[in-house]
Every structure is written in structure tokens, then in C-alpha cells.
């Protein structure tokens, strides 16, 4: 009788955790490999951290083009670009790579600014007097984008970032849809397995004020991107995740239903923030719950459009970085100072808990 009832509270425990083992999920998971401090041990710490806790490299650049030398195909762009490379040479083969580009500035207002030793420099003579349309402009950012290609042999590329936002500068864009088409048709030709990506705000997408506008437009880029890939920052408009709509990604997807979905950037707050920076001021509460609660919808709702990939901003709270920059630039990256899986110490929050659970579960075919 004995043996029958272990047998029996063994085979109950089997069947009660049987659903959550055989659990799987369509989405590599990645994080932005930015360090929580400007020094080498954090950048090291950091990639660490990426190697054991991601099943994809997402690989950055939103800090200009270095264009003369992307013209000339010298290839000798400055070595910062090189850092995220080999993770210290400890990358394993089987991590797929998510490399982000973008022609576009920072505040995608129009043309990137230059990349030399510093980011976001301003574009020298001849390049401060050319804009999209320029025929020099296209092939300097196929060819930087032919060498990074190269460099990182990319799963995705997405070579546009956010690029909905210049839909707001009517001139600028039309420029852009036509540089963006010859840059796909080149890129397509001599990469035809490897899909080509121009990523969306969520939040300008569906401003109330401007959805009609986007939606018109977001059409006109559909043809030039394989995926319908969405950056999400939903706190500066709503902290709480319970109020997030619950069709905030579908109708991101329905944009193109046939097409894949990814979450390509997106971030949570898990403590209070506080911004004045004149016209813009952010107060909002974080909580760490909070936070989870999103990450868990994300995942979700990841599950639900068979998404490629989610990416989270950043691995660890940046209060070490906060604390070592003037105060203007302070408050630049005060809005995502505390939206990491782990706190301004290195400890995990509940939402690293919830990644870690669900990057065991195995990829879906």
C-alpha cells in the first residue's frame, strides 16, 4: 500500500509539472550588451553576463556612420566598433547575432551624424550639405553596411532604427522610402537568406494624433522590411502594465500579418523616475512587480505572434554610469537608469527570475 501511494504522489507530481517542462518558446531572448559603467571591467562584466543569460547577440549602432570612410571602403572604422565582436572571445557558435544599424540621427530627424573617434559627431564637409537623396549618401551606407555584414555575419540586420519617427518630417521621409528601397534591393541581391529589417516605434505608431498619418506611411516601407520588428517603451505613457491596451503588440503585427513579428528593444522602469528637461518632463512610478508583470506580457504576447526575438534595453540598472556623467547628460539617461533585470548593485529583480525561467525553456521549431 505503501509503495502504491508513493507511486501514485509521484505520477500526480509528474502530471502537475508536465505542462510547464514541456513549455517552449518560438523567440531567441537578447539584451543590449550596455554597460552599467564606462570602465573595462563593466564592459567585460557585462558581456559575461550576455554570454550566460541570452540565446541571442543583439549588437547595437545608433551613433552615426562613419560615411568618407564607408565611401572609400578603407574599412578602418575606429575600433569601438570592433568591442562587441567576439565577447571577449568567448562568443559560442550556436548565439544568432541581431546587428542594428541606422542612416538616421538619434532623434531620426533626418540624416545620421558622423562616426569617428567620438559618436554622433557633426558631419563634416562635404557630408553637412547631403541629405538621403544623395546618391553618395546610399552608397557610403551600403558599404558600411556590406562591412558590418561582414564583420558579424548577421542572423537579422536591421538596417533602419525606429525609422516611423521621420514620418513626421513629410520631406524627410519621401527621401527615405526611396533610400531604403535601393539599400533592400542591393542588400536582398547579395544576401537573399538574410532578412532585412527596418524596426518601428510602438508609441509614435500609435500616438492617437498621428495614427492615421503612420499607418499611410508605414505602408510605404512595408515592401522593404521581412519583419515587422517593434521597439516598445509603453512607461512614458502608462506605468502600469496592467492598463497597457492588450492589443499593444497585435496591432503592431497586424501591420503586415503575413509577415514574422519581433520585439526588436524594450524596457520597463523598476523604480520611480523624475525628468525635467523643459519641454520634456517624465515623472513616473516604477516597481519592480511592475516591471515583471510587462516582461511576462511581452513573453506572452511573444508566444501568442510566434515572434522571432525580444531584446531588453539594458542587463543592469545604470546608476554607476549616472552618477559618473555631468548633470545635463544625467538626465538624458535618467528615463532608463533603473530598467534593468538587475538593480544598480548587480542584484536580480523578479523580472531577471522570469528571464531566466523562460530561457530555459527550449526554442519551438
Not at 6 to 34: E, H
Not at 144 to 172: H, S, T
Not at 209 to 227: C, F, H, N, S, W
Request: charged share 25%; glycine share 4%; hydrophobic share 40%.
Amino acid at each position: 500500500m505503501k509503495n502504491a501511494a508513493t507511486a501514485l504522489g509521484l505520477a500526480l507530481l509528474l502530471l502537475a509539472a508536465g505542462p510547464q517542462d514541456k513549455r517552449t518558446r518560438p523567440f531567441a531572448m537578447g539584451v543590449n550588451p550596455f554597460p552599467y559603467e564606462i570602465t573595462a571591467e563593466a564592459v567585460e562584466a557585462t558581456q559575461l553576463w550576455i554570454l550566460d543569460n541570452t540565446d541571442l547577440a543583439a549588437v547595437k549602432f545608433d551613433e552615426g556612420v562613419p560615411w568618407q570612410e564607408a565611401l572609400e571602403n578603407k574599412n578602418t572604422y575606429d575600433p569601438a566598433f570592433e568591442s562587441s565582436i567576439d565577447w571577449k572571445g568567448k562568443k559560442p557558435q550556436d548565439k544568432k547575432v541581431f546587428l542594428s544599424l541606422t542612416p538616421l540621427n538619434k532623434d531620426k530627424t533626418g540624416m545620421a551624424g558622423y562616426r569617428g573617434a567620438f559618436e554622433n559627431m557633426p558631419n563634416p564637409d562635404p557630408w553637412n550639405k547631403k541629405d538621403l537623396d544623395d546618391p553618395l549618401v546610399a552608397k557610403a551606407y551600403l558599404n558600411f553596411c556590406r562591412e558590418m555584414i561582414r564583420r558579424f555575419k548577421p542572423d537579422y540586420l536591421a538596417y533602419g532604427l525606429e525609422v516611423n519617427n521621420l514620418i513626421k518630417v513629410p520631406a524627410k521621409w519621401k527621401k527615405f522610402v526611396l533610400f531604403a528601397r535601393d539599400i533592400y534591393v542591393a542588400l536582398k541581391k547579395e544576401n537573399p537568406q538574410l532578412p532585412l529589417i527596418l524596426t518601428l516605434s510602438t508609441e509614435t505608431a500609435t500616438d492617437p494624433e498621428q495614427i492615421g498619418q503612420q499607418r499611410k506611411a508605414i505602408g510605404e516601407i512595408l515592401p522593404v522590411t521581412d519583419l515587422i520588428a517593434v521597439t516598445a517603451i509603453p512607461y512614458l505613457k502608462e506605468p502600469n502594465p496592467a492598463k497597457i491596451p492588450k492589443n499593444y503588440f497585435a496591432q503592431m503585427a497586424a501591420l503586415a500579418p503575413q509577415k514574422p513579428f519581433a520585439i526588436a528593444e524594450t524596457a520597463f522602469l523598476a523604480e520611480d523616475v523624475n525628468v525635467d528637461l523643459g519641454a520634456l518632463h517624465i515623472e513616473r512610478v516604477g516597481k519592480a512587480a511592475w516591471q515583471a508583470d510587462y516582461l511576462r506580457f511581452c513573453f506572452e504576447e511573444g508566444v501568442k505572434h510566434n515572434a522571432k526575438f525580444i531584446v531588453w534595453m539594458i542587463p543592469r540598472d545604470l546608476d554607476k554610469l549616472y552618477d559618473a556623467l555631468p548633470p545635463l547628460v544625467r538626465e538624458i539617461i535618467l528615463p532608463i537608469r533603473d530598467t534593468g533585470l538587475m538593480d544598480g548593485a548587480g542584484n536580480p529583480r523578479k523580472s531577471f527570475e522570469l528571464w531566466s525561467q523562460w530561457l530555459k525553456y527550449p526554442r519551438s521549431k
